[in-house]
């Protein structure tokens, strides 16, 4: 029992994400509205970015700047004291990338909106049953 | 650092090392923005429409159909929203100070990018949500006066033209694609402060792209594409 | 110059859909033009880029000027030439084919319509381009987006299919970027043949078990494969006919490629294939794929709906063929890849060429097309054989493979499988020619027409003909010269120790 929980304390950047994924995918599933589906997925995507930038921390390191700008090119830079930038630079782009699907489906629901005048899926099926 | 002279290495990796990657996230942002305009611009108007004019003298609010005649004196008559609330002075005089201020920083965000947290997506997501700010604080009509539809394309063109010609200049004087060394001749600099110089160009565009990317995708989204009416 | 090809065939599109936004304010007859031009320098540059390969054997190219792992790399090998090739000629022919069709259908949106096509074509060819496993990714990102504006326009229901396929989609593509961040946790490197040299000493790990696993799933996903086929019929029978000719042959095929690039480069064969027991389950879920796909398309009663799931089926195949695990196997994947590709592209040419005459695709408007639709209809006979699996067309060779492949590994239910399916597209297909051939012209339910007022129509205009009449020619030639394609380039690409 004791193992048990101490790999779930130590490892809790994974639970995190874990949970976010779960909660993201249960609203896209189960939720009937469109729009909480849309945002279950917008969910879903953060908890893959959390899970990124998550893996880059180290202990006791800080933001990857590196100090005294242009003078101090001979400074000595131990790449121990600095988190991995490579990341941050990813989740840069799956941020972006999550956007614009953000706009993508929200301009599909109110295409959707203007065709059917409901957002519920119930209502949506049975308009289509019907023609 | 020795490569690039750029402190912040988020920003050298992210424009420079994998400036392929960068180009290619431009490109979804703009992609995003077409595929808004594509799906949801109507340019004729539908016969349902209908418009709503208030006289500010009396407070009576007329509704013409379309064919119908617009009131003589246009003066007195103001057009309205579906969801109008009276002049409403705390928001929009608050609106009208901050406003100037976010697009500083935002400026200040992109340019600051070697030194600081910062960058071109971020600078340019706080200048498009400062724009926002002004439609959303006084009405859409007014938001289009300043920043309409051609001036929003135009500045979307030209961010991505600034990237991705930077890249094909890059070709031009004899290296690999985005290999900013090369911009080393015509900048007089040598090849280090060029990759430095070339981070920067592309982050401007970089910028100036987001920003016009949120301001049409808002300008579609809330007016369903007939950037008419708002909220 | 030509030492620039890989990023030519990426780039160049990529400048001019830019180009064709703008012109599509400015002056609307530019746009069609501006994209011909890119599109065949497009198909020039991988063209040149597949004689380079067959010199060389493999070419890398450094963007930046950085090497990898710092830096991007696109490396092209035998793999990458040929469906790179196969992608630019269909994105080509299909451009020029559906011309009339897009000026009948969006004229005041032609800039944006063909700005998104020339984003789709420049991700989709990325991504087979690409060496780098992040940069799959955003490319993927750029295809699948431009996909979804695209089916979103459609007739009907588009929209709501569309937002499923959204949903889907980002499921998908998120599994596979899941499964790329356990590999950098393994690995701390993103090129992928980097991470092929690291892997060996770390194979035993829980990490790659997952990011394997997960990186399929998410592939399965986005290739439609039972039981995650949902969204194909839908999307792909409602988005209008100039796009659907487009995203069809290419969005599926180019994830089976990713796959196999996937498993065979950065998971070598060694770890992938090692338990036979994960082997035989995966080709007997292209078997269950290959089933259900044949038997649902035969209760459809609209041309675009049966072909999509025709479509299911097929991938079926190319799953199951490359997942034996023998030579012949993944010989016959790899050239269905590019087959399909071809045959989905005549066939859908087809629909939309019907869909231009005739208001709608049921069985029932079909009545008497042979006579009216004469060349329309040929093609379609080529590319139903093709289908079908008749010599000389290209599907019989891909098929032949791969029944070889499931004889020399003991899979007779993936044998019987590709068997049954063949004899139920014989049924599909034959009654479409019956319905089109002996049934008279008649009673068409043409909105309006009286029975005085005959709509006499021909066939479809000549530049919607002619390229349905090249690829038609072109199944042929493929199956013709199957020999030449294995022996020179498809051997190659499979990687020794293979048996």
């Not at chain 1, 590196?66 to 991995?84: K, L, M, T």
């Not at chain 2, 280090?192 to 920067?200: D, E, F, P, Q, Y």
């Not at chain 3, 696109?74 to 630019?88: C, E, K, Q």
Request: glycine residues 8%; hydrophobic residues 55%.
């Amino acid at each position: 029992m004791v193992d048990l929980l101490t790999i779930i304390i130590s490892k809790y950047n994974y639970w995190g994400y874990i949970v976010l994924m779960m909660i993201g995918l249960y609203a896209m599933i189960v939720k009937k509205n469109l729009v909480k589906k849309i945002i279950g997925m917008s969910i879903f995507q953060t908890a893959i970015i959390f899970f990124y930038v998550s893996i880059g921390m180290k202990k006791n390191a800080t933001i990857p700047i590196i100090s005294h700008g242009h003078d101090g090119g001979e400074h000595a830079v131990h790449a121990v004291d600095f988190i991995n930038p490579l990341p941050h630079v990813l989740m840069l782009t799956a941020i972006v990338v999550s956007v614009a699907t953000l706009g993508v489906a929200l301009a599909l629901a109110i295409k959707i909106y203007q065709q059917y005048n409901s957002l519920e899926e119930d209502e949506i099926d049975s308009q289509i049953k019907v023609k | 650092m020795e490569d690039t002279s750029v402190p912040n290495i988020v920003t050298a990796v992210l424009a420079d090392y994998r400036g392929y990657d960068t180009m290619f996230e431009t490109a979804v942002i703009f992609s995003a923005g077409i595929a808004c305009l594509f799906l949801l611009r109507q340019m004729k108007r539908k016969k349902t429409d209908f418009r709503l004019y208030r006289h500010t003298a009396t407070g009576i609010i007329f509704r013409i159909e379309k064919g119908g005649k617009l009131p003589p004196t246009a003066k007195e008559f103001e057009r309205i929203d579906g969801l109008w609330t009276p002049y409403d002075l705390i928001i929009k005089t608050t609106g009208r100070f901050i406003i100037p201020f976010i697009q500083i920083f935002a400026l200040y965000v992109i340019a600051h990018g070697h030194h600081s947290p910062g960058g071109g997506f971020q600078g340019g997501v706080i200048l498009g949500a400062s724009f926002i700010l002004f439609a959303i604080s006084h009405d859409l009509r007014s938001a289009l006066n300043r920043m309409s539809e051609k001036l929003t394309a135009f500045f979307y063109t030209l961010g991505v033209y600034i990237y991705a010609g930077t890249g094909a200049l890059c070709i031009l004087l004899g290296a690999n694609f985005l290999d900013y060394s090369a911009l080393a001749t015509i900048l007089f600099v040598d090849p280090v402060t060029a990759r430095s110089h070339g981070i920067l160009i592309v982050e401007i565009g970089v910028g100036i792209a987001v920003m016009a990317v949120m301001v049409i995708l808002y300008y579609n989204l809330v007016s369903a594409g007939k950037f008419d009416e708002g909220l | 110059m030509s030492q620039h090809f890989p990023a030519f065939i990426i780039v160049i599109p990529l400048i001019a859909a830019f180009f064709i936004f703008t012109a599509g304010w400015l002056k609307r007859t530019y746009c069609f033009y501006i994209a011909a031009v890119a599109l065949a320098i497009s198909l020039f540059s991988s063209f040149g880029l597949l004689l380079q390969v067959l010199q060389n054997k493999v070419v890398v190219y450094h963007f930046g000027g950085w090497s990898p792992p710092w830096g991007i790399a696109y490396r092209v090998d035998y793999l990458n030439g040929i469906v790179l090739v196969v992608s630019a000629a269909i994105a080509f022919l299909n451009l020029i084919a559906t011309k009339k069709s897009v000026e009948k259908e969006f004229i005041e949106r032609v800039g944006p319509f063909y700005a998104l096509y020339v984003l789709f074509v420049t991700g989709t060819m990325g991504i087979v381009v690409t060496g780098d496993a992040f940069n799959l990714y955003v490319l993927l990102e750029i295809a699948s987006l431009t996909g979804y504006a695209l089916i979103g326009m459609g007739t009907e229901h588009a929209a709501l299919a569309s937002l499923n396929y959204v949903f889907m989609g980002t499921i998908g593509a998120s599994f596979y970027l899941l499964g790329i961040g356990y590999l950098y946790i393994a690995t701390g490197s993103l090129n992928m043949f980097d991470i092929a040299s690291i892997l060996p000493n770390i194979f035993q790990s829980n990490v790659v078990l997952f990011a394997f696993v997960i990186c399929l799933t998410g592939l399965f996903i986005k290739m439609a494969l039972f039981p995650m086929h949902t969204w194909l019929p839908n999307a792909y029978t409602y988005s209008p006919s100039p796009a659907i000719s487009l995203i069809a042959p290419l969005t599926t095929k180019v994830m089976v490629y990713v796959m196999i690039r996937i498993l065979l480069s950065v998971f070598t064969p060694s770890f992938s294939f090692k338990s036979m027991a994960v082997n035989t389950s995966f080709v007997w879920l292209a078997v269950i794929a290959i089933v259900v796909g044949s038997i649902l398309a035969l209760s459809q009663q609209s041309l675009k709906r049966m072909l999509s799931y025709v479509m299911i089926a097929e991938i079926g195949y190319m799953v199951g063929g490359f997942w034996l695990a023998n030579r012949a196997g993944i010989t016959g994947a790899i050239l269905h890849i590019i087959n399909d590709a071809a045959m989905t592209l005549c066939v859908f040419l087809v629909a939309g060429n019907i869909l231009y005459r005739v208001p709608g695709d049921s069985f029932d408007n079909l009545k008497g097309l042979f006579r009216k639709m004469p060349f329309s209809m040929g093609a379609f006979v080529v590319g139903a054989l093709s289908i079908i699996g008749v010599p000389p067309t290209c599907g019989f060779f891909s098929k032949w493979y791969l029944i070889t492949g499931g004889i020399a590994a003991g899979h007779y239910g993936f044998v019987a499988a590709l068997l049954f399916s063949s004899l139920v597209n014989v049924v599909l297909f034959f009654r479409i020619f019956e319905i089109g051939y002996f049934e008279p012209f008649g009673d068409l339910h043409i909105s309006g027409s009286m029975d005085e007022e005959e709509k006499t129509f021909d066939d479809a205009p000549l530049g919607m003909l002619v390229p349905l009449m090249i690829v038609a020619a072109g199944l042929i030639v493929l199956g013709i010269y199957t020999d030449t394609l294995v022996t020179k380039v498809i051997q190659f690409a499979i990687p020794g120790g293979i048996s």
